[in-house]
């Protein structure tokens, strides 16, 4: 018997976001394509947006195998691509219910060698994000008469953080920040504005950047004893673009495990 539960498993064509025009920026991989591709699951037609077009294709063709799926170039840190992403989707499938900005960089760097260009490139991707594209979802939101906005955060930032991490942390928070505001502006047009703060995912770039030692004392310092998977992230993330969350708005969900809960590393009983 495994006591502390095993990865959550993707259920397959609930329906439940039928008829529902998604973007999800940064789907290429890991939680973004998670998100992409349990949107599709839950009937939502789904626009896949990654800077690496080939792996944003990939996502789509597997989200196209039972569903509506479209993969497009984005470049999230430039100022006007938002906009025309939004513009394009609209066009293309005629209106817009979710977006999600998934989209982050999180190159690790003490702060005396953080150049200002390194510092402006993480907190435009990760950050100026969120405003960019919020703004451009509002105008196609408010004529369907609402929608849903998620942005992924993270613990490392408005909950923890660590050395080499300065610029992350301020970026996430700013994110958990932004969400306040953005939902009480948003309100009187019926979107709701949410995060999702993800602890430890063991995704590609974790595998592919951290030594094994790295991921097992991360694992470690979970309660539960066991890394998220990006599904878990995503099923978060689903909630909160269904109609089970219409009346929640302005929060984040802590998807982490646990992570945040001890006060101290000797908390196993």
């Not at 840190?77 to 939004?86: I, P, R, T, W």
């Not at 995060?195 to 310092?221: C, H, W, Y």
């Amino acid at each position: 018997m495994n006591i502390h539960g095993s990865a959550a498993t993707m259920p397959r064509q609930t329906g439940r976001l039928a008829g529902r025009i998604a973007i999800v920026v940064g789907a290429g991989r890991g939680i973004g394509a998670a998100i992409a591709e349990r949107f599709g699951d839950d009937g939502a037609t789904v626009v896949v947006a990654d800077r690496d077009l080939p792996l944003a294709e990939a996502t789509a063709e597997r989200i196209a195998q039972t569903g509506r799926a479209h993969a497009m170039h984005i470049d999230i840190g430039s100022g006007e691509a938002a906009d025309k992403l939004v513009a394009a989707a609209v066009e293309r499938f005629g209106r817009l219910d979710i977006l999600v900005q998934n989209a982050a960089i999180y190159p690790w760097s003490l702060i005396h060698d953080i150049s200002v260009e390194e510092w402006d490139a993480v907190l435009g991707v990760n950050l100026r994000s969120a405003f960019l594209t919020a703004r451009a979802a509002l105008e196609p939101m408010k004529r369907n008469g609402g929608g849903r906005l998620i942005f992924i955060s993270s613990i490392t930032g408005p909950r923890v953080s660590s050395p080499g991490h300065a610029h992350y942390s301020a970026s996430k928070a700013g994110i958990n920040g932004f969400i306040k505001t953005a939902a009480l502006e948003f309100a009187s047009c019926g979107i709701t504005v949410n995060a999702v703060e993800p602890g430890n995912i063991l995704t590609e770039g974790m595998k592919a950047e951290r030594t094994q030692d790295f991921i097992d004392s991360m694992k470690a310092a979970v309660p539960l004893g066991r890394l998220g998977t990006p599904i878990d992230v995503a099923n978060a993330v689903a909630f909160l673009a269904s109609d089970e969350a219409s009346y929640i708005t302005g929060t984040s969900i802590i998807v982490d495990g646990g992570q945040v809960l001890p006060e101290t590393k000797d908390f196993r009983i």
